[in-house]
């Protein structure tokens, strides 16, 4: 079983920034593909960007393109997104999720570990 646990959330000012950390429990993290995914109140769960198993490969979501960041680290089994220029409009619940093989991917279906999300909230 996977675990994984998100850090970094918090309340900032519009155009602030903020960077979100996700610690996976498995000692085959680099077998992953991992995914950051969010859900705002009353939306479905909306997906921000992923990275493939080696980081190599990254796909960001056209709402944050050029101001969120996801990177990884293998040797510390984590992932991270950073993100900068927010906007209020990004506040939601942010989600980490595994994908178990080297592509990255943008449907949540496809992905087989989830955490429990952190809350990001983006004041205007």
């Known amino acids: 079983q996977v675990q994984l646990v998100e850090s970094g959330g918090g309340l900032v000012q519009a155009g602030g920034s903020l960077r979100l950390s996700c610690a996976c429990s498995?000692?085959?993290?680099?077998?992953?593909?991992m995914g950051w995914f969010r859900q705002a109140p009353g939306k479905e769960r909306e997906f921000v960007a992923s990275i493939s198993w080696g980081g190599g490969s990254t796909y960001t979501a056209d709402s944050v393109q050029g101001r969120f960041t996801i990177y990884r680290d293998n040797a510390k089994n984590t992932v991270y997104l950073q993100m900068n220029s927010l906007k209020p409009e990004d506040t939601a619940v942010y989600y980490c999720a595994a994908r178990y093989g080297s592509r990255w991917s943008r449907s949540p279906g496809e992905y087989d570990y989830w955490g429990q999300g952190t809350q990001v909230t983006v004041s205007s």
């Open positions: 498995t000692r085959t993290f680099s077998s992953y593909a």
